[in-house]
């Protein structure tokens, strides 16, 4: 962008101040409160209507069911106008992204409900739709990570659609909803501990919710330069914003392990494989009708075909790239690799008219039988890749071979950094001077969104927070206490007790001076399942496949008692804040 041109787009530094349009949607939100608290005979003005938050976490498909019907009862109940702002992370924000499709879901949420339902417990997409999906992420931005990735092989497994539309075109289509908040985290801010690490992003902006540094959602991914837009992004779509929000279903090995046996299954696939075979006869047909027409243009010359090589045969180059693959799965699952190594070498040796395209660094598989470190396994992907990478001319197998890449150097969620070379003292030097940033699933670092309705401008009075974890169901709300502690924001204290541990209960309230209210709600508890927690959580782990009918309607059953079991304590607690505003 010419300096002679007018400034496209600015990142905005404002702390402790809404956006404009998001003040807007809380005024009007805040009066649909009103009017519900009026009709569940709750006094209460307008100035002491309480901001309420409700936060769903993280919990792959669990939470994705769990805060459905969740929502439901609190529709039943007549509380769900009370809530000001949904927020969520991983899980929760595929049922978010579901419900925010439809325009003002909350008044038609039994019909929306039952659409997200027949969906999600219906058929797969077909191969040949994620496919294409691949082909358009991977030509249509600069940056493509594994986070594409995961949307068409992982996300698109649980939610059984690819959802094309963009938060921007939510904007002004929920006025009678709470406002939503997708959470992530920053990666390089987390590794470092040094800055703000919570991202957050909603319809109009996107950015760190601490450190109070935005840009407008359209231009989120934007290449961006001392505050100024200087390269345009298409904005993401709703599929992979799940996908960058969800991608923390287990630890690093377990997702690892995943992805390859995705890449393997997506890639071995006869269906892919005789694409690959339709684009490489295209490509070698299109090269055939050039020399003859070369030929015939110029019958005394002889054609130079170093103008457009014939790729080697695309089946031995395939077959090497799935060696590829089949080899890091098995120095995952701690198996000898040895195999897949010698395999790769003869293959690429032969592609190669036995010139040796591979350096020496392969040379230790060939004779050890332990398996290799992580950072060897990983320079061996990457040797192999950029051998085959010039091999080929074919857009699935080069986006294979990017993914592959893509997995050696554990790339997630990159984007331009919106911030890069701005200068403020109020934030952070690291956020201000890579071009790009990672973010990823704040599963991984906190399993529910707590920071971003913690930002002092959103004023919360009341946090319901719904956890779906696996683990402890009290981890969450125990991490955000004690972090809030560090970062001197308002928390209340949080005691549990070994009893509570081994048999949580459904409700539990936290309060504290010039603090907001706390609610939570662990979704598997001994009022919901008695004696059997243990039993539904192995029945429901966040690491398994898509659930069936009959498992989702159970577990619609389980997260709605939580709320219909105590719609009573649930008013008197919002009771509770109103006074507290009345009189503090």
């Known amino acids: 962008m010419s300096a002679s041109k007018p400034k496209e787009s600015i990142s905005r530094i404002l702390k402790n101040v809404l956006n404009k349009s998001e003040q807007e949607f809380v005024a009007g939100r805040r009066n649909t409160v009103l009017q519900t608290l009026n009709k569940l005979k709750i006094q209460c003005s307008q100035k002491e209507v309480p901001n309420i938050a409700l936060l769903g976490s993280g919990g792959g498909q669990r939470a994705m069911v769990g805060l459905l019907g969740s929502l439901v009862q609190l529709d039943k109940a007549g509380l769900l106008d009370c809530i000001l702002y949904l927020s969520g992370v991983s899980g929760s924000t595929w049922c978010m992204a579901s419900l925010y499709k439809e325009p003002n879901w909350s008044t038609k949420l039994e019909t929306v409900k039952d659409k997200i339902i027949e969906r999600i417990r219906g058929p797969e997409v077909s191969l040949t739709d994620p496919m294409a999906k691949l082909k358009k992420y991977y030509y249509g931005k600069d940056l493509f ?3 594409d990735v995961w949307a068409v092989m992982v996300v698109m497994s649980y939610v059984k659609e690819i959802d094309e539309h963009t938060l921007t075109e939510q904007r002004k289509q929920h006025n009678k909803d709470p406002f939503p908040i997708y959470a992530v985290i920053d990666k390089q801010s987390k590794q470092s501990n040094d800055g703000d690490p919570w991202f957050e992003i909603n319809p109009y902006e996107a950015g760190y919710s601490l450190s109070g540094v935005f840009v407008d959602t359209g231009d989120f991914g934007s290449q961006f330069h001392k505050g100024s837009k200087i390269k345009h992004q298409d904005e993401f779509d709703m ?6 929000c969800g991608s923390a279903l287990g630890d690093e090995v377990d997702i690892k392990k995943t992805m390859w046996q995705k890449i393997k299954a997506f890639f071995q696939n006869e269906t892919t494989l005789e694409a690959m075979r339709e684009e490489e006869r295209e490509r070698t047909d299109k090269a055939m009708r050039k020399e003859k027409k070369t030929e015939a243009i110029e019958a005394d010359t002889i054609s130079d075909a170093s103008d457009d090589p014939i790729s080697p045969p695309l089946d031995e180059c395939h077959r090497a790239f799935m060696d590829l693959v089949n080899m890091n799965l098995s120095v995952l699952n701690g198996e000898n690799p040895s195999g897949f190594d010698k395999s790769i070498r003869t293959n690429l040796n032969d592609l190669s008219g036995g010139k040796r395209p591979l350096i020496s660094t392969m040379e230790t598989l060939e004779t050890a039988d332990i398996r290799p470190e992580k950072q060897y ?9 950029e ?9 699935l197998f080069d986006a294979g071979i990017s993914i592959c890449k893509c997995m050696a150097q554990w790339i997630w969620g990159r984007k331009y950094n919106f911030l890069h070379n701005m200068t403020d003292e109020g934030v952070k030097s690291t956020l201000l001077q890579s071009e790009t940033r990672d973010y990823i699933d704040a599963g991984v670092l906190l399993n529910s969104p707590y920071f971003s309705v ?6 919360i009075d009341l946090i319901i927070s719904l956890d779906f974890s696996q683990g402890d169901p009290f981890m969450t709300v125990k991490d955000a206490a004690e972090t809030c502690k560090k970062l001197k924001i308002p928390f209340p204290e949080v005691n549990i007790t070994s ?9 539990y309230v936290f309060k504290g001076q010039n603090t907001p209210t706390v609610i939570h709600i662990p979704l598997f508890n001994v009022v919901n399942c008695g004696d059997e927690v243990e039993d539904w959580r192995k029945k429901y782990r966040t690491f398994q496949g898509a659930y069936s ?3 989702i309607a159970d577990l619609m059953d389980v997260a709605g008692k939580n709320i219909s079991n105590n719609r009573e304590k649930l008013k008197e607690q919002i009771r509770a804040v109103i006074e507290k505003k009345r009189f503090g």
Do not use: G, H
Request: include cysteine.
């Open 387 to 395: 051998y085959l990478s010039s091999q080929i001319q074919n857009w």
């Open 549 to 551: 009918a009959e498992m």
């Open 145 to 147: 990570s594994l986070t």
């Open 377 to 385: 396994i990983n320079r061996f992907t990457m040797e192999v890749c």
């Open 499 to 507: 009893e509570d541990k081994k048999k949580p209960k459904d409700f």
């Open 454 to 459: 913690l930002r002092e401008d959103r004023d």
């Open 239 to 244: 599929l992979y914003l799940q996908a960058l």
